[in-house]
């Protein structure tokens, strides 16, 4: 193979590598593209281009995600990871373990560790890299990698989200709150939300927030029931569809550019959680992006037109 021939068929890989350690899928396909960069440049021909490449990946993710910590500490509002509508690296053998391992819970997880714990991590624990390979991606030792997969762990499994195990329970829960959401049955949506439900939005002050953070079933249902009929009745519409590996839908203005995607957490037969990603910088590479706040002073005029 030649070398573009075997960095393609590796691409996947990388990206889903960087963007686990990211969160970003711009910074990740950066980080791949730097990469290639690296390879191409290489006189010589590495004995595993898989290992070569995954571990040049790693240190550019790292040193990324080093600048990118100050900015994340400043950022206005609650931070969300850029929404991944498909994982391109698939194993058949692993789906739902590299599926839980890109939900937003999970990355927002991963943002508690330090970079070189993050990296650990998600070689070993998603991708499952050897010690050796791990040591040589960020610089360390074996025993040091080990120590630091011991410390990633620990902060992972005090927090780790839980997921409906059932893939088709979790889409049938789905299809009945987004047909809920579209009636705007406020009764209907508050039965299919755990008690302790969140609605949580990121807007980064660059977008109108849908609302602050709703918690509880009663008080999210009524946001919902309230905020979206208004939105459909000035032709935004929704497509549901796969989210960060997890049930979602991407919204879209009436000229088909991206207002916002949501993403949903289910648990035994319940939606934990709802995340709405409204940044226009974190959903531009899903399409054109919507002007969120034209939306926002239409939807409000609206609701002043007597019926």
Known sequence: MSKVEEFEDLRPLLFSIAYRILGSVGEAEDAVQETWLRFDGSATRPTSTKAFLSAAVTRVSIDVLRSARMRREEYVGPWFPEPLLSDPYQDPARSVELADSVSMAALLLLERLSPLE???FVLRDVFAFGFDEIAVAVGRSESACRQLLVRARRHMEAGRPRFEANRQERQKLATRFFDALKDGDVGRLQDLLAADVQLVGDGGGKAPQLAKAVMGAESVARVLGTVFPWLIRIDVSFEPHEVNGQPGAVFRDRDGKVLHVLALDVLDGQIQTLQ?????????????VADAWAIDREVKQARRQPN
């Open 276 to 288: 709405v990603v409204i940044n226009p910088d974190k959903i531009g590479h899903i399409g054109p």
């Open 118 to 120: 993050r990296a650990v």
